[in-house]
């Protein structure tokens, strides 16, 4: 065994097994992954928690590796609209890619693709192209986005645009600002895939908070409600903190107003499913045991759509075709 990380109450070992390497994680609190195993290598792992932190880096692991992960989301996210074959010899940008977890995947994944992905924080885009590197992945290209409202320049055109787990985290100004910017970006006939994305008017705020009808007050009240209620991790922080943080989501409403004529939204056709709603279930479902608690959560948006004719989802899947508009 191998001590790699031994301060502020926190001890990360290394114990080898096989080709693989099994971290484990000492800490007080919560630590979302205690033990992990990977076939990443040493210096790539004090890389990791350089960048993310001894206690959340082994998450940063899971996504790239873990099957159930970041590899599941990206399925779900993109094939029940698209056959797999449009994203052969694709150019696919992986905007808000974070360290590269999900676009490693997709290069990994089509690799007679070209991946890009752009990222805002320096630091994360080199622990994005340490994975590429240690994948062996020609295909993956790593940019830094000027700033939060404006891309790369000479950033050039594209087939599919990938944002997973991200539109939650944009302001609103940035919103405005970058999905017509994307969309200008994508080629006619591309795809624009927005998912794991909370819903903007689901009943309960499902990303950060936990809080019931947060989603339904107005912005100051809201704040003003999860400073008193949201818990210790919430007192004291901005309301742009906290959207910062994902406290408000998106809506297909939203979407659709900022990019305007030309955007097509596609239905989940493909993997069996019929609508968005099946498209959710059958995701929160695949690879695990039964849950009841999902099932009654099912079947209570299938009667509120079929009494009200309103369609509610804990979460957006959606995929966006930019058309030829009539002239």
């Not at 797999?84 to 690799?111: H, Q």
């Not at 700033?147 to 645009?161: C, K, N, R, Y």
């Not at 409403?253 to 989940?268: N, W, Y």
């Not at 695990?288 to 004719?309: E, I, M």
Request: some cysteine.
């Amino acid at each position: 065994m191998e001590v790699i990380y031994d301060k502020h109450n926190v001890r990360v070992s290394v114990v080898p097994i096989g080709p693989q390497k099994r971290i484990s994680i000492e800490a007080p609190g919560y630590v979302p992954f205690p033990q992990i195993d990977t076939y990443y290598p040493l210096p790539l792992i004090r890389k990791l928690i350089e960048v993310k932190g001894p206690v959340w880096f082994a998450d940063e692991i899971a996504r790239d590796e873990d099957p159930a992960y970041v590899q599941r989301t990206i399925k779900w996210g993109t094939l029940p609209f698209v056959d797999p074959g449009e994203m052969r010899n694709a150019r696919v940008l992986d905007f808000g890619c974070g360290s590269g977890a999900s676009t490693s995947i997709l290069a990994r994944t089509y690799r007679d693709a070209e991946i890009v992905g752009v990222e805002l924080d320096p630091m994360l885009v080199d622990l994005a192209k340490a994975r590429a590197d240690f994948y062996g992945l020609p295909n993956m290209k790593m940019l830094v986005s000027p700033s939060p409202d404006s891309l790369p320049e000479g950033i050039g055109t594209f087939d599919v645009v990938n944002l997973s787990a991200v539109l939650e985290h944009l302001l609103p100004n940035e919103r405005k600002a970058l999905l017509p910017m994307l969309w200008e970006r994508l080629r006619p006939n591309g795809t624009l895939f927005i998912y794991e994305t909370p819903h903007r008017f689901f009943p309960i705020e499902t990303h950060t908070t936990g809080l019931p009808l947060i989603n339904y007050l107005p912005s100051k009240l809201a704040h003003a409600v999860i400073n008193v209620a949201g818990g210790p991790n919430w007192r004291g922080r901005t309301w742009t903190d906290m959207l910062r943080a994902g406290i408000r989501g998106g809506s297909i409403r939203e979407v659709s107003k900022i990019l305007g004529p030309g955007a097509q939204f596609l239905p989940p056709t493909r993997m069996g499913m019929q609508d968005r709603l099946q498209l959710w279930h059958a995701k929160a479902s695949e690879g695990r045991r039964p849950q009841r608690s999902k099932d009654l959560v099912y079947s209570g948006l299938r009667a509120l759509r079929t009494v009200t004719r309103i369609e509610m989802l804990p979460e957006l899947s959606i995929a966006v075709r930019k058309v030829d508009l009539p002239t």
